[in-house]
């Protein structure tokens, strides 16, 4: 169960650097709360309570802080973990979507044979902005033929409007900025 005072020291733990990776973004940087077991812990239990609820059969985790809370989460609740990467960094067929990003473009891709038709995934990434890189992964999911359970992020940035490209889907973040 989720205590305020826990969200609290979660929330307390991010920490800001300005001007990453451009002038003019402030970066929420996650690794201190990855550096203290008792608050990644903790992060990882809140996540996992609702993603159970959520029933996927395998969860999709964004490049690259996806990859840690996904993968994680999937071993939790025992379901297949699928990356989703970076243009290039797969080693297999892939299908990819370009997308924007608040300071740029870029390329998300998945193997082909990763998602089926029928399949029901949860998409976990640490962070949701802008929306653009959840927006190409749910793109890549429904290409699939697969079900979205829901996105689920440790991190929202809710000033940027983010989860206009997951609506009408089921979104949830532990922290709001």
């Known amino acids: 169960m989720m205590r305020?005072?826990?969200?609290?020291r979660l929330h307390d733990a991010v920490r800001d650097v300005p001007d990453f990776p451009q002038p003019g973004i402030v970066f929420k940087d996650i690794t201190p709360i990855l550096a203290d077991p008792a608050l990644f812990r903790?992060?990882?239990d809140a996540l996992g309570e609702i993603a159970r609820d959520l029933r996927p059969g395998k969860i999709v985790g964004i490049d690259a802080r996806g990859f840690i809370f996904g993968a994680a989460l999937a071993d939790r609740l025992a379901c297949g973990f699928i990356p989703m990467r970076k243009k290039g960094k797969l080693?297999?067929?892939?299908?990819s979507c370009v997308y924007e990003l608040e300071y740029g473009e870029a390329e998300l891709e998945v193997h082909l044979d990763?998602?089926?038709?029928?399949d029901r995934i949860l998409l976990v990434d640490?962070?949701?902005?802008?929306?653009?890189t959840a927006g190409a992964a749910l793109q890549l999911i429904g290409q699939?033929?697969?079900e979205?359970?829901?996105a689920l992020f440790l991190i929202e940035l809710a000033f940027l409007d983010g989860r206009r490209n997951l609506h009408p889907h089921h979104t949830c973040s532990l922290l709001t900025f």
């Not at 990763?114 to 029928?118: N, P, S, Y």
């Not at 640490?126 to 653009?132: E, F, M």
């Open 42 to 44: 903790f992060a990882l």
């Open 144 to 146: 699939a033929g697969a």
């Open 126 to 132: 640490d962070l949701l902005a802008t929306g653009g």
């Open 91 to 95: 080693p297999y067929h892939t299908r």
């Open 148 to 150: 979205l359970a829901g």
């Open 4 to 8: 305020q005072q826990d969200l609290q």
């Open 114 to 118: 990763a998602i089926g038709a029928g």
